[in-house]
């Protein structure tokens, strides 16, 4: 099955942990997204990536890495540095980074991290 | 101001019945108009997309479009429980570009058995 997988599905942290949020596709996807959901404020980009091993901030990056050395895998750490980092957090991918096309993005089912 | 306005709702609506779900944007610009789902705890899926003005169907589902008004609305006929869900508009100024994605809050939709 194609898709976008992300885990753990729940997750939870100590505060002053790192923690790396899982996702992968599989859909030969060059452009990968991270965002962050909280109640009443919409999807905010953390961070994206349009190629391998390029990736660049989103509105809200402060506190959080990523990388991206596979072109299926964009994994996402929350840092320490990250304040409220209580939230659900969705993984997207869309087929054309770069080059010009529809660009639709399709996300995974989500990873909800809380911290304790 | 926010690019993208979507009224959070709640809405409640009983089955069979029409449902209008709207946003607003301020920017002239946006061309590319989508329209996700979002069950409960799970990642928003793609409904519909339409490109400039217009309308476009898919089965139940209508998008509309009116950049005159800067206003974009999805229509659900006869709506089912299973449409209970938040649904987010999207937009995007152009084709490519990855960081230029603006969504609204969503609407919180229950359909009443």
């Known amino acids: 099955d194609g898709g976008i997988t992300q885990s753990p599905k729940y997750l939870f942290r100590k505060e002053g942990q790192n923690v790396t949020l899982s996702c992968e596709q599989n859909l030969n996807h060059d452009a990968m997204y991270w965002y962050r959901q909280d109640p009443g404020q919409g999807l905010r980009l953390i961070y994206y990536?349009?190629?391998?091993?390029?990736?660049q901030k989103g509105d809200i990056a402060e506190g959080y890495s990523v990388s991206r050395e596979k072109k299926e895998s964009f994994p996402l750490t929350v840092t320490s540095a990250q304040k409220n980092p209580t939230a659900f957090y969705l993984c997207?991918?869309?087929?054309?980074?770069?080059?010009?096309?529809?660009?639709?993005?399709?996300f995974g089912p989500g990873t909800r991290l809380t911290v304790l | 101001q926010k690019e993208v306005e979507q009224d959070p709702g709640p809405l409640s609506v009983p089955e069979g019945a029409i449902v209008s779900l709207n946003c607003t944007y301020s920017n002239s610009a946006f061309q590319y108009f989508m329209w996700y789902r979002q069950y409960s705890r799970k990642g928003p899926e793609l409904l519909m997309y339409t490109y400039s003005s217009g309308n476009k169907e898919d089965g139940r589902f209508t998008a509309q479009v009116d950049k005159s008004s800067k206003y974009i609305s999805l229509f659900i006929r006869d709506s089912q429980p299973s449409d209970s869900a938040t649904y987010l508009c999207?937009?995007?100024?152009?084709?490519?570009?990855?960081?230029?994605?603006?969504f609204g809050t969503g609407t919180r939709l229950t359909v009443i058995p």
């Open positions: 997207a991918s869309s087929p054309t980074g770069l080059a010009g096309g529809p660009d639709t993005q399709y």
């Open positions: 999207a937009m995007k100024r152009t084709m490519s570009g990855a960081n230029n994605l603006f």
């Open positions: 990536s349009q190629i391998v091993n390029d990736f």
